[in-house]
């Protein structure tokens, strides 16, 4: 069974930069969609950014847009959430999903994924 792993949440100032890191262990047979969502207190889940794994298209969230940028590293079976010019509105839980079928709803609803990081802490001060 695959698990996944963030990594590399903080606290930072507004205008600083995170970099978001998962891991992905077990039978890591290839995800056709992996993407990065997020869970603020009292908002519910939110997709920030999907990338299809086998072409490398990307898309994001209109609120992150310019500012986030998703990547993978097959070799390491690894995927990244690029962080820029971050806000405190961008304060949230932070989680990895992945899933292997093409089909399925708009990547950013939570029910298109079927496994699911922990999550990783991300907070923005003013």
Do not use: H
């Amino acid at each position: 069974q695959v698990q996944l792993v963030e990594s590399g949440g903080g606290s930072v100032q507004a205008g600083g930069s995170l970099r978001l890191s998962c891991a992905a262990s077990g039978n890591t047979r290839s995800f056709y969609l992996m993407g990065w969502f997020r869970q603020a207190p009292g908002k519910e889940r939110e997709g920030v950014a999907r990338i299809y794994t086998g072409s490398g298209n990307t898309a994001y969230a209109d609120s992150v847009e310019g500012r986030f940028t998703i990547s993978q590293e097959k070799a390491k079976n690894t995927l990244y959430l690029q962080m820029n010019n971050l806000k405190p509105e961008d304060t949230a839980l932070y989680y990895c999903a992945a899933d292997r079928s093409p089909l399925g709803g708009p990547w950013y609803e939570s029910g298109r994924f079927s496994t699911w990081g922990q999550g990783t802490q991300v907070t923005v001060s003013s």
